[in-house]
Structure formats: C-alpha cells, structure tokens
C-alpha cells in the first residue's frame, strides 16, 4: 500500500531531550516536507525537501533540523525541544519537486507534548 | 509573501444543509489552490484543487468550491452535508513565483448534527 508513515504517533518528553520522528515513503517521491499544525493557525511548513541531499527552510524552521540521506527517509529532529513546540507534526510527500502540480500525501501526524 | 484567511473557525450544521467555507489569499500573481479535509484522527486528504480553466472545480464527496479571480477567493460548497463530513477543512495555496511553497488556512473546524 502507498503510505507515509511517521513514528512515533505520540510522544511527550522533557524541555532540552533531543528526538527524533521518522518519516518514511514508499512511493519514490522526490519531494518530502515538515508541517506542524496549531490550533487556528493550520499547518505551516518547517523543512521541505526538492530531493537527497537538497533540504531547505520553510515558514517555521526555528529549533528543528532535517536531513535527507535517502530518498524514502525525512527525519525530523529536535536538538534541544522546548514547550513551545508542542504541536501536531505532519510528513508529506509528492511525486514531483513542483508542489504547484503535484499533489502531497500525508503521513498519520505525530503528536509531541514537551513538558 | 502570500497569506490565506479562512473566516468561520467554527460552523455547525444539521444533515441536508448545505454548506459553504470561505477562503481568500493575499498573493496577486498566477495560483494553484487546494482544499483539504482532515477528518477526526485521521491525515488530510486532498479534496480538489485549481490550476486552470473552469473555474467550477468538482472534487470528491459531492464537494466544490468555485474560483473567483477578481475577489481571491475560493470558497468551497457543499449543496446538502451529512453527519461523515465533519471534520477540519483547509484550505491552500501555492505560487511558482513565491516559491515552492504551500501555504495553509487556519483551518475551519465543521460539525454536522445527525
């Protein structure tokens, strides 16, 4: 079955405890993106990814890293987490780098409390 | 940089209403616009988009929204609803000159009263 899939789907930690949430593909898709979604605001994008190796900042980058070593793999991380990124995070990814034409698939969302 | 306003945060509705969700953007040049449903404890989905042409869009679950230039509006519509739509619409917006980019709506959370 065609998926994003992300882990973990819950996690609650504590301020300054590095993590990391996985993403992972199966469609072969060259583009891959971040969102975290807030409460009236929706989702606003943090990282995306053109293809391996290419990363790039997006509205939010602030606190957070990605890298992109493999094409089915866009792991999220967060060196040092702090309280105001609590949120729901989103994995995304689309056939095509063009997300003006291609349209981006979901993963499940990561819910992430940070204590 | 471009924005997207979706006016009703909240709408609440009985079975067979129709319904209809404002969205405008703030971005003067050529768009692509979405819509997407996020229903409860699930990932969003896409529910239709624009790129060009008609500017009376059909997507899935009778939904269709209607692309008004001179207004920068989308808004989408829904002739008689049921208890299965509720759940959380967002609509989006990307623009090649803004970069590739998709930028959201807050979101406007729709329960339908069986």
């Known amino acids: 079955e065609a998926q994003v899939t992300q882990n973990p789907r819950y996690l609650i930690t504590v301020t300054g405890k590095k993590l990391t949430v996985t993403c992972s593909q199966n469609m072969n898709h060259e583009y891959m993106s971040w969102y975290r979604q807030d409460p009236g605001l929706g989702l606003r994008q943090i990282y995306y990814s053109m293809n391996v190796e290419v990363t790039d900042k997006g509205d939010v980058p602030e606190g957070y890293k990605v890298s992109r070593k493999e094409k089915r793999n866009f792991p999220l991380i967060l060196e040092s987490p702090s309280p105001n990124q609590t949120s729901l995070y989103f994995c995304?990814?689309?056939?095509?780098?063009?997300?003006?034409?291609?349209?981006?698939?979901f993963g499940p969302g990561t819910r992430l409390t940070v204590t | 940089a471009q924005s997207v306003s979706q006016h009703n945060h909240h709408v609440i509705l009985s079975e067979a209403a129709s319904l209809e969700l404002g969205c405008n953007y703030s971005y003067g040049g050529t768009v692509n616009l979405f819509w997407y449903v996020q229903y409860p404890g699930q990932h969003l989905q896409l529910l239709l988009k624009?790129?060009?042409?008609?500017?009376l869009v059909k997507g899935i679950k009778g939904f269709e929204a209607e692309f008004i230039k001179s207004k920068f509006s989308f808004n989408l519509r829904k002739p008689s609803v049921q208890w299965s739509d509720t759940a959380e619409y967002f609509c989006?917006?990307?623009?090649?000159?803004?970069?590739?980019?998709?930028?959201f709506g807050g979101g406007t959370r729709v329960l339908v009263k069986p």
């Open positions: 995304a990814s689309s056939l095509g780098a063009d997300i003006s034409y291609y349209e981006q698939y």
């Open positions: 989006a917006v990307t623009a090649r000159a803004a970069g590739n980019k998709l930028t």
């Open positions: 624009y790129f060009s042409g008609d500017p």
